[in-house]
């Protein structure tokens, strides 16, 4: 039986680990830390329950995707509840609710701005068409060849995916008030850019949030990860925790071995084939001799990053009445805040954020009594000077706005508290200048124009994950480990 070897178990190692066990290959995981996940491991402390990476539950239908492959479903393993409203956004003069409900929305839409409801139709008649093309069509793709592309259909309906034109002037064609702007804007900066320099492609992102719903796994997003390890084991994979991987052994341009630090010191793992799922730029650069690097630093370096973070775990000991379960703040300057992130990266001065509550919604993950926090702060990657006495001024400057917002006394409540930033992401995951999202999608960094799923140096190496196609995002990694174990199959 051939032997794959995955470094790392976050969401796109796991994918690819589950579709190579499927395709009856001998499958090994290796994970640095002492849990699967990855990036969206669990924290467990004083009785409260944080997911410590994603929160966000988007594109339901790419999870059934997944878990159907292996004739499954996703209430198999967990169950899903939809939130409403879907969130709340906090803007300098007050709250506005964004309602489940479409028709609700389109009211909502309307009250801002006059034609606001049949303008949405529009918007999202267009948003469905992408949504559709860009899934089931483009993210699927392995991204080695822009042949992969030359399907008639796609190149008759190129315009009507809006790959030359700007996010923001997309949305400026069919809305002129700045909060349905920045309202319909805002998705995009989770993958990593300003909508100004974001293909309107990425509207897409509005499609799987007004019509497929903002959702909520009982027990935390964490489920996911405990549904796709369950998966894993039955089909066979075998993990193994406390493994730093340390180098992968090349002889004659092919992967041999990867070898890995234990406890209990060196093992080397036989491989007929070889799965990054960690962090590229660590996997290329740390685990590989010179010669079989695809990419240079220069190369590296001249990457445009989605955003790290500055995330605070905080656990209350009282109820709070005036939270949902997601709320972002956009009482500050977004253009401001932007520039922080992606033209002159600095800590920024008065920065956006985002609250997620989940024990708004489920019981299980705070004490009885008690409230469950996470605030995010989008940061630059790369920055330096990430201290705890910088991370205590964010948290007390951002504690208070979320106090003045909703009317709550928090400071006094708080019973237990962990922040986790750029150096966290660096030691816990090797991750390239402590991006917490992969790179940016932008026009210039998007398909093929990405670092390859596949080694041009090693013959049976192949990434997957954030750093390489489809791109940055829970749904994203899952198709990633679904595409980059095609293309290994196609190979051997």
């Given amino acids: 039986m051939k032997k794959a070897v995955v470094i790392g178990s976050g969401f796109a190692g796991m994918s690819a680990a589950c579709f190579m066990a499927k395709a009856g290959w001998d499958v090994v995981v290796l994970e640095k830390n002492d849990m699967p996940g990855g990036r969206a491991r669990l924290l467990q402390e004083a009785g409260f329950k944080f997911d410590m990476g994603p929160s966000w539950y988007w594109m339901p239908d790419v999870f059934e995707h ?52 049949k303008a949405l139709d529009k918007f999202m008649e267009e948003a469905a068409y992408k949504y559709d093309t860009g899934i089931h069509q483009l993210v699927y793709k392995p991204g080695q060849s822009w042949l992969e592309f030359a399907d008639w259909n796609l190149v008759k309906g190129v315009f009507k995916l809006d790959v030359f034109t700007s996010m923001q002037k997309h949305v400026g064609k069919f809305f002129k008030h700045p909060r349905l702007q920045q309202l319909l804007e805002f998705p995009v900066l989770f993958l ?26 009982k027990g935390g997003m964490y489920q996911v990860v405990q549904a796709m390890y369950d998966l894993a084991k039955e089909l066979g994979v075998q993990f193994h925790f406390d493994h730093t991987v340390t180098s992968i052994q090349v002889e004659a341009g092919v992967a041999t071995a990867v070898e890995a630090h234990t406890t209990s010191g060196k093992i080397d793992y036989k ?33 445009v990053m989605a955003p790290s973070c500055l995330i605070y775990y905080v656990g209350l000991n009282k109820k709070l009445k005036q939270v949902l379960h997601h709320s972002l ?25 985002y609250v997620s509550v989940t024990s708004v919604t489920d019981d299980s993950v705070a004490p009885e009594g008690c ?17 705890e006495a910088l991370r205590e001024a964010y948290f007390e400057k951002i504690l208070r ?36 999202y992969g790179l940016a999608n932008t026009l210039l960094q998007t398909a093929i124009l990405k670092p390859g799923l596949k080694s041009k140096k090693v013959k049976n190496l192949f990434y997957t994950g954030q750093l390489t196609v489809p791109g940055p995002g829970v749904p994203p990694a899952l198709i990633s480990g679904e595409v980059v174990s095609k293309e290994v199959l196609k190979y051997f």
């Fill in 66 to 117: 997944f878990f159907n492959a292996f004739g499954k479903k996703v209430a198999d393993y967990y169950e899903l509840q939809r939130l409403d409203p879907s969130y709340r956004i906090y803007w300098p003069d007050g709250p506005m609710d964004i309602p489940a409900d479409y028709n609700e929305l389109k009211k909502l839409f309307e009250s801002i701005e006059p034609g606001g409801g």
């Fill in 192 to 217: 990593g850019a300003l909508a100004k320099d974001t293909p309107a492609l990425y509207s897409l992102m509005n499609y799987a949030d007004v019509k497929l719903g903002t959702w909520y796994p």
């Fill in 271 to 303: 491989a007929d084939v070889v799965i990054g799922g960690a962090d590229y730029h660590f996997i290329e650069t740390k685990l590989l001799a010179a010669p079989y690097r695809t990419y240079t630093e220069a190369y590296w370096d001249k990457r």
């Fill in 329 to 353: 703040f956009f009482d500050s300057s977004l253009e401001v805040h932007g520039k922080e992130i992606y033209q002159d990266p600095a800590w920024p001065v008065e920065p956006l954020f």
């Fill in 371 to 387: 409230e469950n926090l996470f605030f995010l702060i989008p940061v630059a990657a790369g920055l330096t000077g990430d201290t």
């Fill in 401 to 436: 706005r979320f106090e003045a917002h909703t009317g709550e006394q928090v400071s006094d409540a708080v019973i237990y508290k962990r922040s986790y930033s750029v150096s966290n992401f660096i030691s816990d995951y090797n991750s390239f200048k402590g991006n917490a």
